[in-house]
């Protein structure tokens, strides 16, 4: 499966800023997304529910890798 390179500050803008709602969107804790490296690719998992579910439209132009 193909990777989408979504950084956490990337994922965490598209819910205007806020980890907490991030979270929810994904089901999974706020530690969780404190816990992931700056300036990292978040991880496959939630990367892809982000591009493929959640925020579809947000994520429309990246490159799968």
Do not use: C, S
């Not at 496959?44 to 982000?50: G, I």
């Amino acid at each position: 499966m193909k990777t989408i390179p979504i950084t956490k500050e990337m994922a965490v803008a598209a819910f205007g800023g806020n980890q907490a709602a991030l979270a929810r969107a994904l089901n999974i804790g706020r530690a969780n997304i404190t816990i992931w490296p700056d300036g990292e690719i978040i991880p496959r998992v939630h990367a892809q529910a982000l591009y493929y579910d959640i925020r579809k439209k947000h994520f429309k132009n990246l490159v799968l890798k």
